[in-house]
C-alpha cells in the first residue's frame, strides 16, 4: 500500500475533451516537471480544461495546463501555475502525430495526468471538434443505452 497505488493516485481527467472532441487515437507521454508541481499532482491540484499539445521543432508542448502552485513551498521554490511544459515521446510517434495533424482538423489534447510506476503520465488524444449537432446525438444515444441499463436492470 505504498503511495504509488493506483487507488491513491489521483487521476485529473478532462471530461469536458470527450464532450467537445471525437478522440481518434491516444498517446501515452512523459511530462517533465519541477519538483512542487509533483507534490501539487499527488494532491489532485490540477486542471486540463483549456490545455491543448503543439509540435514545436520536433517536441511535444503542453500549453495552458493548470498546476496550482505548491502550499508548503516557499515562494522561491514554487513554480509559475501556468506555463508551457516539454512532453516526453518518442520521435517516431511525434512524427507520426505531426502527419496526422498535417492532414487537417486535427489537434491533441490532454485527457488525463496520472502516475504510472512513480512517474507522471499525461494521455494525449488525437481529437477532431464536434459540431453542435453531432454533440446533441452524443448525449442522446448516451441517454438511450443509460435507459437501456435501466431496463435490463429491473
Given amino acids: 500500500m505504498g503511495k504509488d497505488n493506483p487507488k491513491f493516485s489521483p487521476r485529473i481527467?478532462?471530461?469536458?475533451?470527450?464532450?467537445?472532441?471525437?478522440?481518434?487515437?491516444?498517446?501515452?507521454?512523459?511530462i517533465v516537471l519541477?519538483?512542487?508541481?509533483?507534490?501539487?499532482?499527488?494532491?489532485?491540484?490540477?486542471?486540463?480544461?483549456?490545455?491543448?499539445?503543439?509540435?514545436?521543432?520536433?517536441?511535444?508542448?503542453?500549453?495552458?495546463?493548470?498546476?496550482?502552485?505548491?502550499?508548503?513551498?516557499t515562494l522561491a521554490w514554487n513554480h509559475t501555475p501556468v506555463r508551457a511544459r516539454l512532453l516526453l515521446a518518442h520521435k517516431r510517434e511525434i512524427r507520426r502525430i505531426a502527419d496526422e495533424i498535417k492532414?487537417?482538423?486535427?489537434?491533441?489534447?490532454?485527457?488525463?495526468?496520472?502516475?504510472?510506476?512513480?512517474?507522471?503520465?499525461?494521455?494525449l488524444g488525437l481529437a477532431m471538434g464536434k459540431k453542435m449537432h453531432d454533440k446533441r446525438a452524443s448525449i442522446k444515444k448516451r441517454e438511450m443505452d443509460r435507459e437501456i441499463r435501466r431496463a435490463t436492470s429491473r
Avoid at 19 to 29: L, N, P, R, V, Y
Avoid at 36 to 64: C, M, N, P, W, Y
Avoid at 103 to 123: C, H, S
Fill in 13 to 30: 481527467n478532462n471530461r469536458r475533451a470527450l464532450h467537445e472532441f471525437f478522440i481518434t487515437a491516444k498517446i501515452e507521454c512523459g
Fill in 34 to 73: 519541477q519538483g512542487s508541481e509533483v507534490k501539487s499532482l499527488r494532491a489532485g491540484k490540477a486542471s486540463l480544461q483549456e490545455s491543448f499539445a503543439t509540435i514545436d521543432r520536433g517536441q511535444l508542448v503542453l500549453h495552458q495546463c493548470h498546476i496550482d502552485p505548491y502550499e508548503k513551498a
Fill in 103 to 123: 492532414q487537417g482538423g486535427m489537434t491533441l489534447i490532454p485527457l488525463a495526468i496520472y502516475f504510472k510506476d512513480g512517474r507522471a503520465k499525461v494521455e
